[in-house]
């Protein structure tokens, strides 16, 4: 079936340090969304990528969609303590099916 | 604050237990989901229902027994569940979809423990 990595698995950082986390899956993708899911609490919808090469921006975050549409990432610049949590990509695999990725968990170190 | 709510927040429950987990929401959305999650995992699909239809159903055992009264509600019943059932029951709803999936908005979840 299809996989859906993200690496690293964990990340630590020094607060004020940047973050990325890399999603890569094993088909061709028709888009793709990003959550964060706070420890203790739930996913959260941050983004949805659909275009091949998309860059899309909020605030400190920046999220990309590979030009052969099979992996992207989210990248976070100067990291605070709100960053903590999971980060997980999410991929379909047909109308409402949702794959996660494995996710990432970052850390931050005040 | 969560628009999808989730109750109840926590339960436990012996192995012949019957209980029922709840979901709300009034977003005006369509589809509806359950997903299970165990600690340190994604949340894994369990159930969809789009237009108060069961559309996928991801060979999960019957002793999770999935209900969708209205488009408002929908409701998870637990029957003669293991210890590794053991986790936190996410539900979440969507806009239809159109030419691709839509955001997902989750709930708060329950976390069942099952002795």
């Known amino acids: 079936g299809q996989q859906v990595m993200q690496i690293p698995q964990y990340q630590h950082v020094q607060e004020g340090e940047d973050f990325t986390t890399y999603c890569n899956s094993s088909?061709?993708?028709?888009?793709i969304q990003w959550y964060k899911q706070r420890p203790g609490g739930h996913p959260v919808f941050l983004i949805q990528l659909v275009k091949s090469g998309e860059v899309k921006k909020q605030k400190r975050l920046t999220f990309q969609f590979g030009e052969a549409k099979k992996n992207s990432s989210l990248h976070i610049t100067a990291t605070q303590t709100t960053d903590v949590g999971t980060y997980f990509c999410a991929v379909t695999s047909g109308t409402y099916k949702y794959i996660f990725g494995t996710g990432t968990r970052l850390k931050v170190l005040a | 604050d969560t628009e999808v709510t989730q109750t109840p927040k926590h339960l436990v429950m012996g192995m012949t237990n019957k209980k029922s987990l709840k979901c709300e929401q009034h977003?005006?959305?369509?589809?509806m989901y359950w997903y299970k999650q165990k600690a340190k995992k994604p949340p894994e699909l369990m159930f969809v229902?789009?237009?108060?239809?069961?559309?996928i159903n991801e060979s999960v055992p019957s002793r999770f027994s999935p209900e969708c009264p209205n488009s408002s509600l929908l409701n998870l019943h637990l029957h003669a569940l293991q210890p590794e059932d053991s986790a936190l029951y996410l539900c979440a709803s969507s806009p239809v979809a159109g030419p691709y999936n839509q955001p997902q908005h989750f709930g708060d979840g329950t976390r069942l423990s099952i002795l």
């Open positions: 229902y789009s237009y108060e239809k069961l559309s």
């Open positions: 977003m005006g959305h369509r589809a």
């Open positions: 088909t061709t993708l028709s888009n």
